[in-house]
């Protein structure tokens, strides 16, 4: 079975196929600078010691100290966050910000913990991994399963085990307690901003018909956001199942239903669908706002869509994409849909650095600088190889890193 750092491989290849890099780049860009996996022994309330796998994968500083989420998930492996380091480090350079890839993670399903427990697995987590990260060396940030409030608790672990006050160590965190303006929503807003840029270009009509699967931070604020656009809502999902309705949903409602039960399962507007039905809707725009590999070879043919978005990080394969290509089926890829997320991470970071705080229409005004121009750029950059916009995505990106990989050599 292929794992995801295999399909990170291949879609490596892929671009290099079309546009060739050096010798030293590809080999460096195959290839992590540093991996650690340890085990920090988490004491239950029950007084029981559960010891829980827990990494972080360094996997290229050329273009500055590595940047990337930390997931507590029971499915994280050292192979998915290697190939989630690896993507972390060319969305950094699709999007032109200073930072590497990295990425983290902890072999956990934190719902099944009290938060008694979840504060001891993160500062346990900060124990362990201390040493590796730091303001200038690797900056963490949330991802699936993690929250604000465990990026204040692994900041403080940091501060005391270190004496840094400056909070720069990990983004993501409250405002009140060094977070950004803005940053709960950057990666949907970043989403948005890209397809702006992109939906006359990929021959999308002004109203579009779509479907979100995920309603966790990411999904929901993209359902909000292309609905306040005027784009129809028809379905949405979470873990537990999705909702579809022809006439579109009412996503306030939605969202207000699934905070009072749990679930957005048996919404009494709309019909229930599987996930695995909801990707095969009729629709213009797929957003697939979940976990990886949710569209393989497998499924990729029977897709409806005409643009998939890729809110998620790596939820299409390399030979899905292949079949959606072949089908006319335009794939925004992640490195780019989804870069608002560590775009205001990094604002976070340099608010940090200096001690001051911009204001929200500073960070979206920002934002809307860098993603609308990334956009534009993969774009032309797919146009001008005469490839798919992951492709493009890529040879965008590799030419900064590979620039970046010979200068330090």
Known sequence: MKTPFDHAMFQLDR?????????????????SEREVLAHVPLVMDTGEVKMIDVYRVQYNSAR?????????????????????AFWMALKCAVVGIAMGGGKGG??????????????????????IMADVVGPQKDVPA???????????????????????????????????????????IATALGGRMVFRV??????????????VQGFGNAGEEAAILWGEDGHKILAVSDSKGGIYSEKGLNISEVKKYKEATGSVVNYP?????????????????????????????????????CVIFELANGPTTPEADDILFGSGIAVVPDI??????????????????????WSEEEVFERLL????????????????????????????????????IEKKS
């Open 142 to 184: 949330p991802d699936v399963n993690t929250t604000p409030e465990i990026m204040a608790w692994m900041e403080n672990e940091y501060s005391k085990i270190t004496g840094d006050t400056s909070g720069a160590v990990i983004t993501g965190k409250p405002i009140e307690q060094g977070g950004s303006e803005g940053r709960g």
């Open 64 to 84: 500055g100290p590595y940047k990337g989420g930390i997931r507590f998930h029971p499915n994280a492996d050292i192979f998915e966050v290697r190939a989630l």
């Open 369 to 404: 600088k860098i993603m609308s121009e990334s956009a534009e750029h993969v774009y032309m950059s797919a146009t001008e190889h005469r490839t798919d916009l992951r492709r493009g995505a890529f040879i965008l990106a590799l030419s900064r890193l590979e620039q970046a």
């Open 269 to 305: 507007k709309a019909t229930n669908v599987s996930n695995e039905e909801l990707l095969l809707l009729d629709c213009d725009v797929l957003i697939p706002a979940a976990l990886e590999n949710q569209i393989t070879e497998q499924n990729a043919g029977e897709v409806k869509a």
């Open 198 to 211: 992109l939906r006359e270009r990929l021959g999308l009509p002004e109203v579009c018909r779509v479907v």
């Open 336 to 357: 780019l849909a989804n870069a608002g997320g560590v775009t205001v991470s990094t604002f976070e970071w340099e608010q940090n650095l200096a001690s001051s705080h």
């Open 15 to 31: 671009a290099l196929s079309i546009k060739p890099i050096s010798p030293l780049a590809e080999q460096r860009l195959k290839n």
């Open 106 to 127: 902890a072999t956990i399903d934190p719902k099944t913990l009290s938060k008694s427990e979840l504060e001891r697995l993160s500062r346990g987590w900060m124990k």
